[in-house]
Structure formats: structure tokens, C-alpha cells
């Protein structure tokens, strides 16, 4: 036998896909695995698929009150006993060799804390891991470029995680609207430990129910995340600007997708002409153009390609 490896399943009225993603733990070709499902509806909702899967579910846990993401899974993880632990959202699951690959690359490797996998993400097909994800991944962290280590593609040593703790939003001086989701936890993962990874994509995520990394709300947790981890940003003032750049262009465009002229969009396409390092004569460019609405900034995006193409 291995090391326990304890993986908790959050849920919040999802009893149609959650018994989904309970079997394909008790489907791992590992042991010893302990399921702890986390009912974070408040109202015990998910009490009939818990009762139905009991003799797989080792701790079941009913909350009185939702409190959120970050919540369940600290619940989950306090009530753990494993040496490793999984997350897995009650949407996703995981291929029948997940844990047993993954906990071979933290047995093999003592100074690799984090071990991933490959995904499916819904109709979009596999992503691999990325090799510069791999070793020290701080850098690929702070850019939110580290996918597919995600929550359901991570199995993390116990003392690791722990040591990450509290989670965004639930520390005493955290803003409790915070909800970072699983970002923040991989720039504190990145800066304890090294991560590895299995070259198999041995996760499904399912993509479409997740509206947190979506449109405005997408925006708003980018910069929630750079705010949270403003000490380790001013670190590296390069990622900071290349990021707000980045985002207030794209928060920039989706004003205008949504209307043909817009004075948001317009400041936002400022922020990105200020922040912008290396392309700043096609940043004001754009900024311009935003003035003329949509129209602009379209002839605008080609004038700049044949800039950045010249």
C-alpha cells in the first residue's frame, strides 16, 4: 500500500453530477484512498446522494451555512487524515489511474510538493502539461499561466498545502468577498515547493458550469489576485505590468463587445497603454481608436498586426 491520499469533493446543488465524480474516486486502481464530500448548500441538499454512496463516502459533512469555495475545501481538509490530498469539484472526475501516477511522482520526488496531470476540458479537447511547469513554477504562477494544473489535475503533500493555509478570503484581514478560486493557492504552492507532473491527461474538467474565470467576473479575480499577492508582485513589477496590460486591453474589448461605444472601455484601454512595456506605440494606437467605439478599435487591431507582423 501507498500513502493515504485523501480527496475531498465540495459540493453545492449539483446531486445530478456529483455521484459522477464520487465514483470515479471509488474507481482509482490505488489505496488506501478516504472520500470526504463536503454538503456546502447550507440545507444538507445533498444529503440523499450521500446517503446513497455511504459505504464509499468516509466523511460525509454537512454544513449548517454556505461560506464558499475556499471554506469547503479548508473544511475537507481539517477533517483529512491522508498524507496527500486531492481536490475535485462535484462537476469534474478523474481517470482511473490519476491518483496512483500522481502519487508516484511525489513518492519518487521528496522536493516536488505539488503533482499534476494532463485534462479534458469539456468539448475543447486535452491540454498537456507544459514543461516550464515543472521544477520552480513561481514565475508561471504569477501570470496565471499554469494550466492544466488546476484544482482537479493537483495532488499535493498534505504538510505542503497546510502550510498554504488560510485560504484567500478566509484569513482575519481578508476581504470575505474574495474568491480566488484555485490561483492564489498555486502562487502559495509555488513558493514552497516544487511541482512535476504525469504526461497523461487523467482529468475531466467540466468547463461550462464554471462561470468564475468568465467575462467581467474573469477580470475582477485577476486583479483581486494581484491586489491579494501585491508583497510577491512587487517582487516581480515586470509580471505585474505585463498582466494589467494584458487584462485591461481584454476588459477593454469586452465593454465593446457588449456595446458599439463605451467610456469604461475607453479608461480600461488607457490603463493599458500605461501599464504596456514593450508594445507601447500599438497600445496608444489602440486607445485612440477606442474614442471611435467599436469600429475604431477593429481597424485599430489590424493596424497594429502589420505593425507587430512589420
Known amino acids: 500500500m501507498g500513502r493515504k491520499i485523501s ?21 482509482q486502481d490505488y489505496e488506501p484512498v478516504e472520500l470526504i464530500v463536503v454538503d456546502d448548500s447550507g440545507e444538507g441538499y445533498a444529503e440523499p446522494v450521500l446517503s446513497e454512496y455511504d459505504e464509499v463516502i468516509d466523511r460525509p459533512i454537512i454544513k449548517e451555512e454556505n461560506e464558499g469555495w475556499q471554506a469547503a475545501y479548508t473544511t475537507g481538509i481539517q477533517q483529512s487524515t491522508g498524507e496527500y490530498i486531492q481536490f475535485l ?15 508516484n511522482v511525489l513518492d519518487q520526488n521528496p522536493e516536488v510538493g505539488v503533482s499534476y496531470c494532463g485534462v479534458v476540458r469539456g468539448d475543447e479537447g486535452d491540454f498537456y502539461p507544459k514543461q516550464e511547469v515543472s521544477g520552480h513554477f513561481l514565475e508561471p504562477a504569477l501570470r496565471f499561466q499554469t494550466f492544466p494544473m488546476w484544482t482537479g489535475s ?73 491586489r491579494h499577492q501585491k508583497d510577491i508582485y512587487n517582487q516581480y513589477p515586470e509580471i505585474r505590468r505585463d498582466l494589467l496590460a494584458e487584462w485591461y486591453e ?61
Open 154 to 226: 493537483m495532488l499535493m503533500e498534505r504538510e505542503v498545502l497546510c502550510d498554504c493555509l488560510p485560504m484567500a478570503g478566509m484569513g482575519e484581514e481578508d476581504d470575505l468577498d474574495i474568491e480566488l478560486g484555485d490561483t492564489d493557492l498555486k502562487i502559495e504552492l509555488a513558493k514552497r515547493t516544487k511541482a512535476d507532473y504525469v504526461d497523461e491527461c487523467l482529468t475531466f474538467y467540466r468547463q461550462e458550469g464554471n462561470k468564475l474565470w468568465t467575462g467581467k467576473r474573469r477580470f475582477k479575480k485577476i486583479l483581486q489576485n494581484i
Open 250 to 310: 481584454r476588459q477593454g474589448r469586452n465593454y465593446l463587445n457588449e456595446q458599439i461605444w463605451s467610456a469604461q472601455a475607453i479608461q480600461c484601454f488607457i490603463k493599458s497603454a500605461y501599464y504596456e512595456r514593450k508594445q507601447k506605440f500599438p497600445r496608444i494606437i489602440e486607445t485612440l481608436a477606442a474614442i471611435l467605439g467599436r469600429p475604431g478599435v477593429m481597424s485599430a487591431v489590424r493596424v497594429k498586426r502589420t505593425l507587430l507582423d512589420g
Open 7 to 27: 480527496v475531498i469533493i465540495p459540493t453545492h446543488y449539483r446531486n445530478d453530477l456529483l455521484p459522477t465524480a464520487i465514483e470515479s474516486v471509488a474507481r
Open 89 to 103: 469539484d462535484d462537476d469534474d472526475y478523474l481517470y482511473e489511474t490519476k491518483l496512483k501516477k500522481t502519487a
